[in-house]
């Protein structure tokens, strides 16, 4: 069965793939300098108009993961060497790294490297975000109170799983970034809040239980 939500720009040395169902409209790609990207021209993305190396530089660009690319020339994106979770003032969490993410599809590929994981408890599209927070008025700047444990090592796999009416289990060798930028806290296992209600955010204090969430 064909995933209408997903449209393949070809190019003669790179391909590029658009996810519409995980594209919350960020617009790194639509910003990005060049002609890769064009509002208004059909085809929207032309991958010959950049060299292969512009193309993959602005595909990772995208934090949620609707974008990604086949290099024909065999070279596969890379996970980052650090896998970091971004914690964004009244929006979602930003994941980059070595993805492996329970029951993603594997034909969006994008999620293997990059991730927008809704934490307000809104998203039709659970548990990536789909800007359902806007609209549901979820407000928190991101601010990280505890520093974590530490780490002893950097980079390999990040496993999250969405636990069913409960939080994101993550557990691996990470960071979380606060919403100002700073590296808050570093450990390798932490519950991280996906109904938005906790008052201990972005980590998982129990509330989704009594809100019925």
């Not at 599209?125 to 530490?150: I, L, M, Q, T, W």
């Amino acid at each position: 069965m064909t995933d209408e939500s997903i449209v393949d720009f070809p190019g003669e040395k790179i391909d590029v793939r658009f996810d519409k169902s995980l594209c919350i409209g960020v617009a790194e790609c639509g910003r990005a300098s060049g002609d890769l990207f064009k509002k208004g021209r059909s085809p929207w993305c032309v991958p010959d108009e950049c060299t292969v190396d512009e193309v993959r530089d602005i595909v990772e660009r995208c934090p949620s993961g609707a974008l990604s690319y086949t290099d024909k020339q065999g070279t596969p994106e890379q996970a980052s060497d650090v896998n970091q979770i971004g914690v964004v003032a009244d929006g979602p969490l930003y994941a980059i790294g070595d993805l492996h993410i329970e029951g993603a599809p594997e034909d969006k590929s994008g999620l293997k490297y990059r991730a927008a994981l809704c934490r307000c408890g809104q998203s039709q599209n659970k548990p990536y975000c789909d800007n359902s927070h806007r609209e549901a008025g979820f407000r928190d700047y991101g601010a990280v109170g505890d520093r974590g444990p530490g780490l002893k090592n950097r980079g390999g796999p990040l496993e999250i799983k969405p636990v069913e009416h409960g939080p994101l289990l993550v557990k691996g060798n990470f960071d979380i970034l606060a919403g100002s930028g700073r590296v808050a806290w570093s450990g390798e296992k932490v519950a991280l809040c996906r109904c938005g209600a906790s008052e201990n955010k972005p980590f998982c204090d129990g509330r989704h239980r009594e809100i019925g969430w």
